[in-house]
T-cell receptor
Framework: SAVISQKPSRDICQRGTSLTIQCQVD?????MFWYRQQPGQSLTLIAT?????????ESGFVIDKFPISRPNLTFSTLTVSNMSPEDSSIYLC?????????????FGPGTRLTVL | SQQGEEDPQALSIQEGENATMNCSYK?????LQWYRQNSGRGLVHLIL?????REKHSGRLRVTLDTSKKSSSLLITASRAADTASYFC??????????FGKGTSLLVTP
């Protein structure tokens, strides 16, 4: 299984500021995804982080609000920009190693964000 | 993405009893995965079942999949207090992100 770490594990931020969340994987992976989990809700996909190209965003999520970087096959960042209290959520990255050999997706421990 | 539906939304049982959670979905899939989440933390992968499989076991877990009915079930046998968590089903296609159900909150009391 994958070892995935996220930083920070939690943060409390002021309205209007930005936070960058890091996701580090212990080995190279083909697919990386970012999800949001609002309080008491299920997970919603924000975007697919593509290595070497722009992320692919889901409906309702835009690059200006959630810029994503993926400089290599083991690392990605998600920035939550110009935050408002509605952005208070758990943000999770997930990875799929190799879709040709396994479809299992593993999740990081999540970043719990509270916006005041 | 379309989310699946899980039922029940909440389940409360006593230790030693079996817990059954159901999941229905709408889209075509080639796999369905079950996850556990403790107190809003990260998701722990429990089991993956492929669309050409009907049943799978892992320890105290048994998962079934009926693609004709677009439904799956997760059975936890001989439950323990440590099984208290939220359980999510997620459907997917290889190389794509998962579509998550709304989850079932399981409470196992001693």
């Amino acid at each position: 299984s994958a070892v995935i770490s996220q930083k920070p594990s939690r943060d409390i931020c002021q309205r209007g500021t930005s936070l960058t969340i890091q996701c580090q994987v212990d080995s190279q992976v083909t697919m990386m995804f970012w999800y949001r989990q609002q309080p008491g809700q299920s997970l919603t996909l924000i975007a697919t982080a593509n290595q070497g190209s722009e992320a692919t965003y889901e409906s309702g999520f835009v690059i200006d609000k959630f810029p994503i970087s993926r400089p290599n096959l083991t690392f990605s960042t998600l920035t939550v920009s110009n935050m408002s209290p509605e952005d208070s959520s758990i943000y999770l990255c997930s990875v799929e190693y190799d879709s040709q050999t396994t479809d299992t997706q593993y999740f990081g421990p999540g970043t719990r964000l509270t916006v005041l | 993405s379309q989310q699946g539906e899980e039922d029940p939304q909440a389940l409360s049982i006593q230790e030693g009893e079996n817990a059954t959670m159901n999941c229905s979905y709408k889209t075509s899939i080639n796999n369905l995965q079950w996850y556990r989440q403790n107190s809003g933390r990260g998701l722990v992968h429990l089991i993956l079942i492929r669309s050409n499989e009907r049943e799978k076991h892992s320890g105290r877990l048994r998962v079934t999949l009926d693609t004709s009915k677009k439904s799956s079930s997760l059975l936890i046998t001989a439950s323990r207090a440590a099984d208290t968590a939220s359980y999510f089903c997620a459907t997917g296609l290889s190389g794509y992100a998962l579509n998550f159900g709304k989850g079932t909150s399981l409470l196992v009391t001693p």
